[in-house]
């Protein structure tokens, strides 16, 4: 709350000030000539032990080792996001950086209002024109993607190595097609070990709130577990929290996304498809101090360190060498190009 | 066989927080105040029984917690709506946003967390595969959530306070006259809704053994629906609700079977409750001084 009020204040006072701009010389940035970068986050904002926090790792890394001096934002509901990215670009910032595919709207528009900041949208979501084609993203927006397919590919191979079942889950949050990325690879990752293996595939509903719905979460892998199945991947927020609770009580195991999320069900989590957006945050601030930044698409897969599996002290237990082996040997053969790997269903 | 049990027991889970929401909105519907309310009353439910088991290790403390949570909430929107004549709507939106962002800013006051609590101590169904039915008896909600709407049916037709709520509801100016305190009333309507709906955001937590932001997820609205759909009569708003969680329950069922496109499936709840609701339920009269003042 006290920072809602700070942050209409501050509102308010860029609002007052841009009263007293007159149109003729121009303005002088604000902070120098110092790295400055703005960074948004999502709504919940850190604390999220996933995303936000994420980019806030990356940010922080970027302080210590670039010398940036980075501004956090965090918005509150709906409309703020919005302001928040405006503030920063009207700051004068090097490069605003919009945490969550919810931010592609805000940042196309913003990009091409302020054509001179550069803006990165983690996660945005390409648009398609009526004709079916991938509307391109303005010059100074770099649109950052990751290839989750590749990253769920290898932990389907694992699930179906060790699942000792033919019969493989898969729970989603949203349907959009975001999600379906994370099921095809799965899917084809299950496939490619084991070819007469099914996966169940749900999802929680069709709405954003079925990110948020652990109860139905539970539910759903309550059903998969007890027609068979041993191990489910979720790609669906916190109600994932409801799948790992699942795990837990019909002691079966379950893996975690984005982060990783052994700490949710300890012995329960058999591994989790990470992204790097902590890496991929860095590596788009040391690119603005290097004056290599460029917009456009560009994506993050295994060969990048965008996306990836925990194997560790702690789930190593539940992982064979001979299984971590076999999925290392996949993981060479999708970087090397020898495996594609599918990312639509 | 076990495939019915199975769909009966997940049906029975499914419509234990809608049960206490609705056990909630119709008393304080019945008493005359709107109940947009129950979404918000849920999630504070649902937090602060969290908080109560955290603080204590002991699953019951959890639920005093949350009833007091939305005992509290509840008494917020009747002084609002009954002694200040707040419009009831505007409350209700308000009282539901009030809870999002108290239970996020406690959660991250608390915890230091966006997303979700730490795991706390709480009440878990058995789910063995042999024992379905009674396992749903490990988790003491369960059946307190079945008898809800029961117990509101008896207490609205059976006792004295029932039918002063009633007589609220339909005619405040002829209760007030025979010597009933309309506001007084109300306010125990409103207030036990909070504590009710409460009780089923504190299912919630308490069967995930954590809080996490934003997890009634909508739940409150589907009983509000469940409480119209019933004709605002408790055990009609108990069919309605178990009628909700069976379709939901056939959509989780039918989707797994990917059988049928999961377009069609995940339409299921909202189809049948459309072909219910025209061609079962008829007209639905809301109580006559509903959101009147």
Known sequence: ?345 | MSIALAFLAQTLRIAVPYLFAAAGGVLAERSGIISLTLEGFMLGGAFSAMLGSYYSGNPWVGVLAGIAGGLVLGLVHAVATIRYKADQVVSGIAINLLAVGLTRYFLKLVFDSSSNSPRVAGFSAGTSTTALVAGLLHNPLIPLGLVALPVVAWLMYRTPFGLRVRAVGEHPEAAATVGVSVARVRYIAVALSGALAALGGAYLSLDQHQFTDGMSAGRGFIALAAIIFGRWDPMRAALACLFFAAAETLQIQLQAMQAIPSQFVQMIPYVLTIVALVGVVGRAVPPAALGRE
């Open chain 1, 1 to 345: 709350m006290r920072s809602l009020v700070a942050f209409v204040g501050v509102l308010l006072l860029v609002h007052i000030a841009l009263l007293f701009v007159h149109p003729a010389p121009p303005v002088p940035a604000a902070s120098g000539n110092g790295l400055d970068i703005g960074i948004v986050f999502d709504v919940g904002g850190r604390g999220d032990k996933s995303f936000n926090d994420g980019a806030y790792r990356g940010g922080e890394r970027a302080e210590h080792e670039l010398g940036a001096r980075v501004h956090f934002i965090e918005p509150g509901e709906g409309s703020d996001r919005e302001a928040g990215l405006r503030l920063l670009a009207a700051e004068h910032m090097k490069l605003v950086i919009g945490v969550g595919f919810i931010f592609t709207d805000d940042l196309t528009a913003l990009a091409n209002e302020y054509p001179n900041t550069e803006f990165a949208g983690v996660d945005y979501a390409l648009k398609l024109d009526s004709a079916g084609n991938v509307v391109p993203p303005p010059p100074n927006l770099a649109a950052l993607k990751f290839r989750e397919e590749q990253g769920s590919f290898l932990v389907g191979a694992l699930a179906a190595l060790v699942g000792k079942s033919k019969k493989l889950g898969f729970v989603g949050g949203m349907d959009i097609p975001l999600i379906h990325k994370f099921e095809a690879g799965y899917r084809a990752g299950v496939n490619y070990v084991c070819p007469d293996c099914t996966v169940i595939a749900q999802y929680a509903g069709v709405t954003p709130e079925a990110f948020r719905n652990p109860g139905r979460g539970k539910e759903l892998a309550l059903s998969q577990y007890q027609s068979g199945v041993n191990v489910i991947f979720h790609a669906s927020g916190s109600t994932g929290l409801g799948v790992f609770e699942a795990a837990r009580q019909t002691g079966t195991l379950a893996i975690g996304v984005d982060a990783d999320q052994y700490s949710e069900a300890p012995g329960h989590v058999l591994t989790s498809m990470v992204k790097g957006v902590d890496a991929v945050v860095f590596d788009q601030i040391k690119k603005v101090r290097d004056g290599t930044f460029h917009g456009g698409v560009q994506e993050y897969g295994l060969a990048e360190n965008g996306v990836g599996y925990i194997y560790d002290a702690h789930n190593r237990a539940l992982i064979p060498d001979s299984v971590h082996a076999r999925v290392e040997a996949i993981r060479a053969g999708i970087i090397a190009g020898r495996i594609a790997v599918p990312s639509t269903r």
